[in-house]
């Protein structure tokens, strides 16, 4: 625990805006899509904005996906470089007025985020979809 007793987080967050997908199945079994943006990306998970979309119920798997040229930056952790991701919904941000959807979603990634990518063989691979 911090000082201020707080948990201390897992991973360190970067603050970046970048484009990205969610992909998930609702309730009913139908995909859903959503674009979004990034707020801020650990090695752990993303947190994301949307704008509009129907609302991911918690712990719902989603697949998120960085836009091809987003998966460029520097701050990008390696899962995110190789294509999609499996993660969870983690947290719902709070919901706008207007609209009554969240503003955003934190991700946790199904992966372990202790693992180094450099020190795994090549054929031992993140849960990513395909």
């Given amino acids: 625990m911090t000082t201020n007793n707080l948990p201390q987080r897992s991973a360190d967050r970067v603050r970046v805006m970048l484009p990205a997908r969610l992909t998930w199945k609702d ?18 998970g993303i947190f994301v904005e ?4 129907a609302a991911i119920p918690l712990y719902r798997l989603v697949h998120v996906q960085l836009e091809r040229e ?15 991701v499996l993660s969870a919904v983690w947290r719902v941000g709070a919901c706008r007025r207007a609209t009554g959807t969240p503003e955003g979603y934190a991700l946790r990634f199904l992966v372990d985020p202790h693992e180094n990518a450099c020190d795994r063989p090549s054929d031992a691979r993140m849960p990513v979809a395909s």
Wanted: charged letters at 25%; zero cysteines.
């Fill in 27 to 44: 309730a009913s079994g139908a995909v859903r899509f959503a674009s979004v943006m990034t707020r801020d990306i650990s090695n752990a």
């Fill in 50 to 53: 949307t704008k509009g979309t």
């Fill in 70 to 84: 987003a998966r460029e930056s520097h701050v990008v952790p390696e899962q995110l470089r190789q294509g999609r």
